[in-house]
């Protein structure tokens, strides 16, 4: 074999280990249907994060909480009481009344050929804040890490968990 396609392989090959280690990007905010501002909620009022994401501790996914928990506070009994007047919280009772839930728009995703469970992640003592940044401050949700898997792998080898393929790739 030539010298010159030994040099292109190594090119090539380096690469490709560039994009695996700078794969994923931050994410900005993105619309959603409704603006909703997790600083006035978990923030000014210390709504826990599980009290709307509880499925976070015992899943793969945090999950989004359903129209039902924000109704609970916003809407009681169907009648509207906790800042009924904002415009935001009349797109809210738009969507109650016409027996809908509020398509929000992922933020945080993963490719497909990775898993990510919340539960273990959640058990093991991780604070939301070690991935998820200071969401109690934000008036928008953004993404703040690259979830990429050198993030990933830097901190399995930091905290002694697994690091072979499989654990993370189907
Ligand atoms: C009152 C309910 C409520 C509370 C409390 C709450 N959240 Fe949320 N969270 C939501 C809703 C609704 C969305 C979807 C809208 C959005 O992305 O802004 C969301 C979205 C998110 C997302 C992005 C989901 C995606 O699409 O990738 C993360 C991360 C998140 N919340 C983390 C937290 C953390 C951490 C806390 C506590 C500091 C918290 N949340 C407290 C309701 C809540
Ligand atoms: C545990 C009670 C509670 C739950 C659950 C809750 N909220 Fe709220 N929300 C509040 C309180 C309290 C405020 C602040 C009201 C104020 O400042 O007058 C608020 C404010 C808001 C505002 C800002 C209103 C404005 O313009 O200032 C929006 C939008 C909103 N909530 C949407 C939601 C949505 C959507 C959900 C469900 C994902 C939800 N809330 C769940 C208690 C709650
Ligand atoms: C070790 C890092 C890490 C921790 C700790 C963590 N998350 Fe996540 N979170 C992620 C990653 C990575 C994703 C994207 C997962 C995917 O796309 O499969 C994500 C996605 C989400 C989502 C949107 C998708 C979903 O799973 O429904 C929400 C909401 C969320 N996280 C909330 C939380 C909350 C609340 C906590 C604390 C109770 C928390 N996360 C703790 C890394 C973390
Ligand atoms: C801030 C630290 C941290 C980050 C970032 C992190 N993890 Fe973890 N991960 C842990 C810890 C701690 C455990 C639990 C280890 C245990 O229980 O033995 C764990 C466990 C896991 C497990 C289960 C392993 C098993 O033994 O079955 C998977 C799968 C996993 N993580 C995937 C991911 C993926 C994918 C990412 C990136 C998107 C990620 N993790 C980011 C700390 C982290
Ligand atoms: C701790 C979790 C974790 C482990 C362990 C892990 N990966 Fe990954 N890997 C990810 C995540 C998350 C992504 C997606 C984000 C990205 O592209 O960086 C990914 C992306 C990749 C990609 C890029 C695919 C693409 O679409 O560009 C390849 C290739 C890959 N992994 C191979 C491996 C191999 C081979 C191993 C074992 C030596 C391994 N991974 C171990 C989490 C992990």
């Known amino acids: 074999m030539g010298r010159g396609i030994l040099i292109a392989l190594g090119v090539v090959v380096i690469v490709m280990l560039g994009i695996v280690i700078a794969g994923g990007t931050t994410r900005g905010p993105v619309e959603q249907p409704i603006p909703f501002p997790h600083d006035v909620h978990a923030g000014t009022h210390q709504i826990p994060c599980l009290y709307c994401h509880s499925s976070a501790e015992r899943s793969i996914s945090a999950g989004i909480p359903s129209m039902e928990v924000c109704a609970g506070c916003h809407l009681p009994g169907g009648v509207p009481l906790v800042a009924a007047d904002s415009p935001a919280v009349r797109v809210l009772t738009a969507y109650w009344n016409a027996g809908e839930q509020i398509p929000w728009v992922r933020v945080h995703k993963?490719?497909?050929?990775?898993?990510?469970?919340?539960?273990?992640?959640?058990?093991?003592?991780?604070?939301?804040?070690?991935?998820?940044?200071?969401?109690?401050?934000?008036?928008?949700?953004?993404?703040?890490?690259?979830?990429?898997?050198?993030?990933?792998?830097?901190?399995?080898?930091?905290?002694?968990?697994?690091?072979d393929c499989f654990v993370c790739h189907y």
Do not use: K, Y
Request: aromatic residues 4%.
């Open 110 to 163: 993963l490719p497909d050929h990775a898993r990510f469970p919340h539960m273990l992640h959640v058990v093991a003592g991780l604070e939301c804040q070690e991935c998820h940044g200071p969401v109690e401050t934000m008036a928008v949700m953004e993404q703040v890490e690259s979830l990429n898997m050198g993030w990933c792998i830097q901190c399995h080898r930091e905290s002694d968990a697994r690091t």
